[in-house]
C-alpha cells in the first residue's frame, strides 16, 4: 500500500481578504522506502504543498475542498487537529530547513526528543532516555550521553539538524517529509547530510518527501522528482528520466542554467530563463509558464493537461511529444547569450592590478576571567592570517571555502570596510590605504562591491536612478545631466528598461535589484569588483542571467573580480582563477578549470567532492569531513587543516606548517604530501569530468 | 557565571555612580545658590553663609560631591533642613517601609493578574478575548493614576461610605488616611488596598502589553511548529514549549515596571495622602528641602537599580541561552 | 524634485490609513479635535480663564456654563478649552525636542559604534534608571526656586521649564530606541555601499540611514506624547508643573478634589475627562500608526 497518495490538492491563503491559490490540482504517491523530490523556485509552492500534504498550515491557510490525501488508506484532507495530533510525531514527521530555530532555545535536547516519544509510546522514563540514546547514536552524533544534557545553542548546526533527523526517525514513521534541510548548512555538511538521510530512509523503509530548490540535491538523493512552477505541477518523473529525457520546456530550463561540474564561461554562457514567475494573485490565462516559454504558441494560451507521456510519467505542456520524439533539440529551446561568450584565453599576461602581501585581519576579543588570571592577553580571533595574492587587470579571482574561512573579511579588508592589522596591500604600484577615509576619490572608485543579499543592497527609500546616480557623480564627477544619460546607458548594459530608474526597490524582483547592484558597482568604472556571494541568494533561473552579465560585462569593461562563494561549482564556471581559504588562509591557488582534476589539496578536494552533482548517474561517495571546524581563535599548530584532514600522513602534519608545492604550471598547493604523491591517490576518487 | 555576575555588578556600579553624578548635579550645580534656594529670596547674609557653612558650600565641587557620597555610602544620610530637623536616616526608614508596603500589594495584585490577562491576549491574538483585554488595558492606561486616584475615594470610598450595608465594613473604610508608623501589614491593609488598586491599574496595562507581545512573538517561532508536530496538546505546546520561553523576559518586565511604579506611587501617595516616599519627595521639593531630596531621589534610584541587577541575574539563570561561564 | 513629491504622498497615503480603520479614525479625530482648541480655544472660549465677575460659584453644568463653574466661579468649560494648549505645548513642543535631539544622538552614537557610544549608552542608562516623574520632579522643584533676572535667557527657560523637562527625560528614551534601530540599519549593504562611495558621515545618517528610521521613530513619538501628557497632567496635580491660577488639567484637578469636589464635583470631573480623553485619542491613533508601520514592512 501506498504511505501518501494524494489527488487533486489545492491550498489557498488568504491575503487582503482575499484567497489566493498558491498550490492546485497537486497530486503524488509516494510509496515506503521511496525519497519523492518536489523541486521549484520560490514562490513555486513547494513548501506549501509540503506542510499541506501533512495538514499543517498556518491559520490563514486552507485546503481547497475536492482535495484528497490519502494517508496509509485513510483520507485525511479534512481531519480535525485533534485527529492529526494522533498521526503527527506517531506517523509522519518534519525535518525543517532551520534546525536552530526548530529546536526549543530553552529545553535540553535529550528532553525534547523524548516528549515526542514519550507522547506516542507507553515506555518507561529509562526506555524513553535509552530510545533517545539509540537515536542519537544511529544519526554518528557522538558522545550522546552528554548530548542529551545540552541545549541547542551549544552545538554546530549540522548537529543540529542531525539532533532533528534522530527526533523525525525516533517514533519510526512512516513518513518524512523534509523540506529543505540542508539548505542552511555548509557544502561539506550538506553532502554528510545527505548521505545519512538516504541511508536511514532506505534502511527504515520511510516514504519521504524531499523538497528542495537544488537540483544537484535532487539528483543525488531522489527517487522520483516533482517539478513545480506556480503553484502546479510541470513535471512528475523518475529522477534518471527528469534529467535524461526532459520533457517540459520548464524543466529543460532549469537543467541548462546550471553550470555542470567541470564548465567554465569559455566553454560555452549558461542559457537563461527571460522574465520572471507570475504573481499567484495574477496568474495568466492558460500554461502558467508560456509567458516566459521560448516554445509557446497559440495553444499554450488554453492550459495544458497534465498528461501521461508512458507510465510513472507526467508532464504538463501541450507540446511534449515534440520534446519527445526529438523533434524539438532541447539544447537549443533557449538562446545562447551571444554577447557572453569569452573569446581571450588565459595565455595572454595581464599586469598586477592588487597585490597582497602577508595580509592580516585580527578580530580582538573580550578577556575572560580566565585570561585575567593568567595575566594573559586574550587570543584573538585571526580571521585573516597571511594571505598572499596577486590580481592581475581584467581576470576573475575566485575566491571559495567553508563559512568562517574568512574570506568575506579578506574582501572586506581589500574594499576598506575593516582596516588590516598588518601587511601590505597594493594598488596598480601604490600602497593602499587601510582605511576608507585614506582613499582618495581615484582609488574609491577603482574599487567597487556587490553584495550578496540583493534585498538589502539598495536603499529602500531611493528610486533605482538615485542609486546609480550618486557613484556617478560623487565618484565620477559628472554632472547632473550627464550622469543622468549614463544613469540609461548602465541600465541598459545590464538589461533593465529605463523607466526603472524612477522605480523603487520594493517594486522590482531579487534578480533586478542584483542588476541594479551591478549596475551601481560599475557606475565609477572601477579596475577591481569584489562579489561576494552575489548570486547565492538568487533562483536558479536568475542566477544565469546574473552570472552571464557579470562575464560580459568584464569583457566590456575589463574589471578584475574577486568572486567569493560558497558554491564551487559557479565559482569554477565564472572564475579565472580560484584561491581556495581555509581558517584564514590560502590553501591552494590555481586556475579555475583545474578544481575538478588532481592534483587538489585534500580540502578542496573534499569540498569539489561535496559539490551534489546535478546528475543522478553520478552518485559518488563523497569525501565526507568531520563538523568540529576549529575556532580561528584557536587555529591548529603545523598543517591547519590536519584535525580533519582526510589524507593526513603523520604527525609532521601537526608539527609542521606545510611548504607550498608547485605543479610548474602556475598551480600552487599547501600540503605535505608530494604533488606526484596526490595525483596519485586521487585519480582514484575524483570524479571524471567531461570537456564540452 | 563569576565573569558575568562581575560584569553586571560593575554596571550596576557604574550606573549609580553616574545617577549620583547627576543627583549631585541637579541639586547642587543647577541652582547656583544652594544656600538661596532653601532659604528663600529673603534670607539675611548671615543665614545664608551659615547654611553654605552647614552644608560645606563653599567647598571646591569636587570636595562637596566626595563628601555627599561617601556620607550616603556610610548610610549617614544627614538631617532635614526644614524645621522640625529631624535624622533623614530615620525619617526615611519609615516612610521606606510604608512604601514598600504599597509596592509589595501592588505586584502581588497586578503581576499574577496582568501575566494571566496577557497570555490570554497573546493566545487569543485577534479574536474576542485578545480584543476585551486590549480595550480594558487601553481604557486603563489611558487613566492618569490621579484620576482613577481620585475616582476610587470619591465614589468608591466615600459613596460607599453612605451605604447602609457597607457602614459595618468600616474596617475597610477607616475615616482618616493617617497610619501607626508601627503597624502591622493588617493594620495597615485598610490604608493600603484603595491605593494599592490603583497603582495595579497603572502597572496593568503595561505589563499587559508587554506578556502579550512576548506571547504573540514566540508563538510565530518555528519551534512552536516542532512542537506542535510533535501530536502533543496544544495546552502541552503552550505551557512547555511557549510560555517557557515567552515568560522569561517577564522577568526584566517586572523590573523595570519597579521603577514605573515607585513614580506612580510619587502621585498615589499625594493622592491618598499615603504617608510613604513619594509623598515625603513632594513635602522636601514644596520645603526646599535639598538634602532631603538629594537622600530620597538617591534611595528610590538604589532601589530601581538594585531591581534591574536582581533581573539581570534572574534572567540569566533562567535563560540558558546565555553563556554564565 | 521626486523626493518631495514622494514625500507628499507619502504623508497623505498615510493619512488616508489613519483613516481607514475605525478605532484610528476615531483616535485621529479626536486629536484633531484637540489639536484645533489648542490653536483657536483662547479665542473661542466663551469666558476668560481666571474671570469671575458675575458669575455663580460652584454653579452645576447649565447651558450658560456647560461645565459648571468652580468653588472661585470660573467657568470650566473655558477654562478646559484655554487650557489645550498649554498642554500641547508642554506635551507637544517637549516631545517633538525630545525627538529631534534623540534621533541625533541616536543616529550618531548607534552608527560611530566604539567608545562614544558605550560612553554615552552608559550615561542613557544612568538617566533611564531615574523614573521620569522623579527627574522632572527633581529639576522643577530645584529650578522653581531660582531667582531669575527678567529677560534673561535663564528666565526664559525657566518659563518653559516643563517643555524642556520633558525634553530631558525623553532625549535618552528616543536615543536608545534611534541606536538601536540604527545598529541594525548600518549592517544593511547599502550602508555599507555608501561608506565604500567615501560619503560623509552627515550623508550616511541622514540620507541613507535616517529614512529607515522613521517608521519606528513615528511610533516612538506618538507613543512618547501619550506619556507626556500624562506626565504633563501629573506635575500640575502635583503642584509643580503650573502655578495658580493657570487654567493647567493638572492644576484645576488639584484645585477642585478634597472639599471643594463636594461642592462642585463637575470642576473636577470635567479637566480628568479632558486629559483621558486626549490620551485615549493619542494611545488609539499609536496603536494605529504602529499597525500602519507594521503591515508596511
Known amino acids: 500500500m501506498s504511505v501518501l497518495k494524494a489527488e487533486n490538492v489545492g491550498i489557498s491563503y488568504k491575503v487582503n481578504k482575499q484567497w489566493i491559490g498558491a498550490v492546485r490540482e497537486f497530486g503524488i504517491t509516494v510509496e515506503p522506502g521511496e525519497i519523492y523530490g518536489i523541486v521549484g523556485e520560490s514562490g513555486s509552492g513547494k513548501s506549501t504543498i509540503a506542510r499541506g500534504l501533512i495538514r499543517y498550515l498556518p491559520s490563514n491557510g486552507r485546503t481547497e475542498p475536492g482535495s484528497r490525501i490519502e494517508f496509509l488508506g485513510e483520507d485525511i484532507s479534512a481531519a480535525p487537529p485533534a485527529q492529526m495530533r494522533n498521526i503527527w510525531g506517531a506517523r509522519m514527521n518534519l525535518v525543517p530547513q532551520n534546525p536552530m530555530a526548530a529546536l526549543n532555545p530553552s529545553i535540553r535536547i535529550g528532553k525534547q526528543i523524548a516528549e515526542l516519544i514519550g507522547a506516542h509510546t507507553d515506555l518507561s522514563r529509562e526506555a524513553i532516555m535509552d530510545r533517545v540514546i539509540d537515536g542519537l547514536e544511529r544519526v554518528n552524533l557522538a558522545d550522546p550521553e552528554k548530548l542529551v544534557e545540552r541545549f541547542p545553542h551549544e552545538i554546530s548546526g549540522g548537529q543540529q539538524q542531525r539532533v532533528m533527523i534522530a527526533m523525525a526517525l525516533s517514533t519510526s514513521p512512516k513518513l518524512l517529509v523534509l523540506d529543505e534541510p540542508t539548505t542552511a548548512l555548509d557544502v561539506t555538511t550538506e553532502a554528510v547530510i545527505l548521505e545519512l538521510v538516504r541511508d536511514l530512509i532506505k534502511e527504515d523503509e520511510t516514504a519521504a518527501v524531499y523538497v528542495t530548490h537544488n537540483l544537484g540535491v535532487v539528483a543525488q538523493i531522489c527517487d522520483r522528482v516533482i517539478v513545480m512552477y506556480a503553484g502546479e505541477i510541470m513535471a512528475d518523473a523518475p529522477v534518471y528520466d527528469l534529467f535524461y529525457k526532459p520533457l517540459h520546456p520548464y524543466t529543460i530550463g532549469l537543467l541548462n542554467a546550471i553550470p555542470q561540474p567541470g564548465q567554465t564561461k569559455r566553454d560555452r554562457p549558461l542559457q537563461t530563463i527571460p522574465g520572471r514567475p507570475p504573481s499567484l494573485a495574477d496568474l495568466p490565462q492558460g500554461c502558467v509558464y508560456a509567458p516566459r516559454c521560448p516554445l509557446a504558441i497559440e495553444i499554450c494560451q488554453t492550459k495544458p493537461p497534465l498528461e501521461a507521456p508512458e507510465a510513472g510519467r507526467l508532464v504538463r505542456c501541450h507540446r511534449w511529444k515534440e520534446l519527445a520524439d526529438g523533434s524539438i533539440n532541447p539544447r537549443t529551446v533557449y538562446a545562447t547569450d551571444e554577447d557572453a561568450i569569452i573569446t581571450d584565453t588565459l595565455d595572454e599576461e595581464r599586469e598586477p592590478l592588487l597585490e597582497l602581501d602577508s595580509l592580516y585581519k585580527y578580530f580582538p576579543t573580550r578577556r575572560t576571567v580566565q585570561d585575567i588570571i593568567k595575566g594573559e592577553k586574550p587570543s584573538p580571533v585571526r580571521a585573516v592570517d597571511g594571505v598572499n595574492m596577486t590580481v592581475n587587470r581584467g581576470r576573475t579571482y575566485g575566491l571559495v571555502g567553508e563559512s568562517g574561512s574568512g574570506k568575506t573579511t579578506l574582501s572586506k579588508v581589500v574594499i576598506g570596510l575593516f582596516e588590516k592589522t598588518g601587511g601590505e596591500m597594493i594598488l596598480m604600484g601604490v600602497e593602499l590605504p587601510a582605511a576608507l577615509r585614506g582613499r582618495d576619490r581615484e582609488t574609491l572608485a577603482d574599487l567597487q562591491m556587490i553584495f550578496q543579499n540583493p534585498q538589502n543592497s539598495l536603499n529602500p527609500y531611493l528610486t533605482v536612478g538615485q542609486s546609480i546616480r550618486r557613484p556617478l557623480m560623487k565618484l565620477g564627477g559628472l554632472s547632473r545631466t550627464e550622469a543622468e544619460t549614463e544613469v540609461r546607458r548602465l541600465l541598459k548594459a545590464v538589461n533593465l528598461r529605463e523607466e526603472y530608474a524612477t522605480r523603487y526597490p520594493n517594486e522590482l524582483s531579487g534578480g533586478e535589484k542584483q542588476r541594479v547592484a551591478i549596475a551601481r558597482a560599475f557606475a565609477s568604472n572601477p579596475m577591481l569588483i569584489l562579489a561576494d556571494e552575489p548570486v547565492s541568494a538568487l533562483d536558479v533561473s536568475v542566477q544565469s542571467a546574473v552570472l552571464n552579465l557579470l562575464a560580459r560585462l568584464q569583457k566590456d569593461r575589463d574589471a578584475a573580480y574577486i568572486f567569493i562563494s560558497h558554491d564551487l561549482s559557479v565559482v569554477s564556471y565564472l572564475a579565472d582563477y580560484i584561491a581556495v581559504m581555509y581558517l584564514g588562509h590560502l590553501v591552494e591557488v590555481g586556475e579555475a578549470q583545474e578544481l575538478h582534476q588532481p592534483p587538489l589539496h585534500p580540502y578542496t578536494e573534499a569540498l569539489v567532492s561535496a559539490i551534489p552533482i546535478p546528475d543522478p548517474a553520478r552518485r559518488e561517495d563523497p569525501v565526507l569531513l568531520n563538523e568540529n571546524i576549529p575556532s580561528a581563535r584557536d587555529i591548529p599548530s603545523g598543517c591547519r587543516f590536519h584535525t580533519r584532514c582526510p589524507r593526513k600522513i603523520g604527525a609532521i602534519c601537526e608539527t609542521d606548517a606545510p611548504p607550498w608545492r608547485a605543479d610548474g604550471e602556475g598551480h600552487y598547493i599547501r600540503c605535505h604530501i608530494p604533488i606526484d604523491e596526490l595525483i596519485e591517490a586521487q585519480r582514484k576518487t575524483l570524479p571524471e569530468v567531461e570537456h564540452s | ?325 | 524634485m521626486d523626493n518631495i513629491q514622494r514625500i507628499v504622498q507619502g504623508v497623505l497615503r498615510f493619512i488616508r490609513q489613519l483613516f481607514g480603520d475605525p478605532q484610528t479614525a476615531v483616535g485621529t479625530t479626536i486629536v484633531l479635535l484637540f489639536l484645533f482648541l489648542a490653536f483657536f480655544g483662547n479665542a473661542l472660549a466663551p469666558y476668560g480663564a481666571n474671570e469671575t465677575g458675575d458669575i455663580p460659584v460652584s454653579a452645576a453644568p447649565s447651558t450658560q456654563h456647560p461645565f459648571g463653574t468652580d468653588t472661585l466661579g470660573r467657568d470650566v468649560f473655558s477654562r478646559v478649552m484655554i487650557g489645550t494648549s498649554s498642554i500641547f505645548q508642554k506635551a507637544g513642543l517637549g516631545t517633538l525636542l525630545a525627538v529631534l535631539i534623540g534621533t541625533v544622538i541616536g543616529l550618531y552614537i548607534g552608527y560611530q559604534g566604539g567608545w562614544i557610544d558605550e560612553a554615552t549608552s552608559r550615561v542613557i542608562d544612568a538617566l533611564l534608571a531615574m523614573p521620569a516623574l522623579l527627574l522632572a520632579l527633581v529639576i522643577l522643584g530645584v529650578i522653581r526656586n531660582l531667582s531669575l533676572e527678567q529677560g534673561s535667557l535663564q528666565f526664559l527657560l525657566a518659563r518653559n521649564s516643563v517643555l524642556l523637562v520633558i525634553a530631558v527625560v525623553y532625549v535618552p528614551i528616543v536615543a536608545r530606541v534611534v541606536r538601536s534601530s540604527t545598529l541594525e540599519i548600518k549592517t544593511r549593504e547599502f550602508v555599507q555601499a555608501a561608506r565604500i562611495r567615501g560619503e560623509s558621515l552627515g550623508y550616511i545618517l541622514f540620507r541613507e540611514i535616517f529614512p529607515s528610521v522613521v517608521p519606528t521613530l513615528v511610533v516612538e513619538a506618538s507613543l512618547r506624547f501619550s506619556y507626556a501628557i500624562f506626565l504633563v497632567a501629573a506635575l500640575g496635580f502635583l503642584g509643580i508643573g503650573a502655578n495658580p491660577p493657570t487654567p493647567d488639567w493638572g492644576l484645576m484637578v488639584e484645585e477642585a478634589r478634597g472639599g471643594n469636589y463636594n461642592i462642585a464635583p463637575w470642576a473636577l470631573n470635567f479637566p480628568a475627562a479632558a486629559i483621558a480623553l486626549l490620551v485615549v485619542g493619542v494611545n488609539l491613533m499609536s496603536d494605529g500608526i504602529k499597525n500602519i508601520v507594521q503591515k508596511s514592512e
Open chain 2, 1 to 325: 557565571m563569576i565573569r558575568f555576575l562581575l560584569r553586571r555588578l560593575a554596571f550596576f556600579v557604574l550606573t549609580l555612580f553616574l545617577t549620583s553624578l547627576l543627583i549631585f548635579a541637579l541639586t547642587r550645580v543647577l541652582p547656583g545658590d544652594v544656600a538661596q534656594v532653601i532659604l528663600g529670596r529673603e534670607a539675611t547674609d548671615a543665614a545664608l553663609e551659615a547654611t553654605r557653612e552647614e552644608l560645606g558650600l563653599n567647598e571646591p565641587l569636587l570636595v562637596q560631591y566626595v563628601d555627599w557620597a561617601a556620607s550616603f555610602f556610610t548610610g549617614d544620610l544627614g538631617q532635614t533642613f526644614s524645621s522640625p530637623r529631624r535624622d533623614i536616616n530615620e525619617l526615611l526608614g519609615a516612610r521606606v517601609l510604608n512604601s514598600g508596603r504599597l509596592a509589595a500589594l501592588t505586584l502581588l495584585l497586578a503581576v499574577p493578574l496582568a501575566v494571566t490577562l496577557g497570555v490570554v491576549a497573546g493566545l487569543s491574538e485577534g479574536k474576542f478575548a485578545d480584543g476585551l483585554i486590549s480595550i480594558l488595558s487601553l481604557s486603563v492606561v489611558s487613566l492618569p493614576e490621579f484620576v482613577t486616584g481620585l475616582f476610587l475615594i470619591n465614589v468608591v470610598a466615600l459613596g460607599m461610605r453612605q451605604l447602609p450595608i457597607i457602614q459595618s465594613l468600616d474596617w475597610w473604610f477607616p475615616a482618616s488616611s493617617s497610619i501607626n508608623p508601627n503597624a502591622t501589614f493588617s493594620e495597615a491593609l485598610p490604608f493600603l488596598w484603595l491605593p494599592a488598586i490603583t497603582a495595579t491599574l497603572v502597572l496593568l496595562a503595561y505589563v499587559i502589553r508587554l506578556v502579550r507581545a512576548g506571547v504573540i512573538e514566540e508563538l510565530k517561532k518555528d519551534y512552536v511548529n516542532t512542537a506542535t508536530l510533535k501530536g502533543i496538546p496544544r495546552r502541552r505546546v503552550v505551557f512547555n514549549h511557549v510560555l517557557r520561553n515567552a515568560l522569561i523576559p517577564t522577568v526584566t518586565v517586572i523590573a523595570t515596571s519597579t521603577g514605573w511604579l515607585l513614580s506612580g506611587l510619587v502621585v498615589i501617595e499625594f493622592v491618598f495622602n499615603y504617608p510613604g516616599l513619594g509623598r515625603l519627595l513632594i513635602f522636601a521639593i514644596n520645603n526646599r528641602d535639598l538634602p532631603l531630596v538629594q537622600a530620597i531621589v538617591m534611595v528610590t534610584v538604589v532601589i530601581i537599580l538594585i531591581a534591574n541587577f536582581t533581573a539581570d541575574i534572574l534572567y540569566a539563570v533562567l535563560n540558558p541561552r546565555i553563556k554564565l561561564a
